[in-house]
């Protein structure tokens, strides 16, 4: 589903997304099938929360355009809740944070001897 739901947001970047680059990272679904949480990395522009406004608007087409590529492999085809996904900002944003800790701890311990 992850990998369809991707290729659904790759063909519709320019027509539906303003040219933003949508890489679908994970899909949870409950046990029945009947419900998908997708989680979005949004790329390539400046207002994600309008891409996402833009998502929710298109979640009756995705859901179709999903349908018809895994209708033979389903019994439902499931209600999509989309998400954004900032765990990569969040690495980067520890990341300068540890980097920051590291260069006063050096700096602590240079000024020390």
Do not use: C
């Not at 929710?56 to 439902?76: C, P, Q, T, W």
């Not at 920051?100 to 001897?113: F, S, T, Y």
């Amino acid at each position: 589903m992850q990998r369809e739901l991707g290729a659904i947001f790759q063909s519709r970047m320019h027509d539906w997304f303003e040219g933003a680059f949508i890489t679908v990272t994970d899909v949870s679904s409950s046990p029945d099938l009947g419900y998908v949480k997708v989680y979005l990395s949004i790329y390539n522009v400046k207002n994600k929360a309008a891409i996402m406004d833009l998502v929710n608007l298109y979640n009756k087409h995705i859901r179709k355009e999903l349908a018809s590529k895994i209708r033979n492999s389903v019994r439902i085809i499931p209600e999509l809740s989309f998400f954004e996904d900032n765990s990569l900002e969040n690495v980067v944003k520890f990341e300068k944070l540890f980097d920051q800790l590291r260069e006063e701890r050096e700096a602590r311990e240079k000024k020390g001897k």
